[in-house]
Nanobody, 117 residues
Framework: QVQVVESGGGLVQPGGSLRLSCVAS????????MDWYRQAPGKERELVAQ??????????DSAKGRFSISSISRDNAKTTMYLQMNSLKPEDTAVYYC????????WGKGTLVTVSS
């Protein structure tokens, strides 16, 4: 079993930066990958970025060049994943979700990012 908890959302002006964090705890050794998804009002949830246990990363076209995903494993029972978001745009406004998967599918409750002047 794996638990995931996001943090770091908030209000930021266009062009600003924000860093989201996700702590995954429990049986993290079994995970294949961890992802960031987002869901804007009235839209479907979409993949933003993902990091695999192999070290490979993948980004949505909308995130390339602006967002950076990374993870740090502190021990065998906890890992923290980050999403550094730069040059934020109003269209980045959404609830951002942490997702971990392997044998199992685990979602956080989300953290709201609002990009507005």
């Amino acid at each position: 079993q794996v638990q995931v908890v996001e943090s770091g959302g908030g209000l930021v002006q266009p062009g600003g930066s924000l860093r989201l964090s996700c702590v995954a705890s429990g049986s993290i050794f079994m995970l294949n990958a961890m992802d960031w998804y987002r869901q804007a009002p009235g839209k479907e949830r979409e993949l933003v970025a993902q990091t695999f246990s192999s070290g490979q990363t993948n980004y949505a076209d909308s995130a390339k060049g602006r967002f950076s995903i990374s993870s740090i494993s502190r021990d065998n029972a906890k890992t923290t994943m980050y999403l550094q978001m730069n040059s934020l745009k109003p269209e980045d406004t959404a609830v951002y979700y942490c997702h971990a998967w392997g044998p199992g599918d685990y979602w956080g409750k989300g953290t709201l990012v609002t990009v507005s002047s």
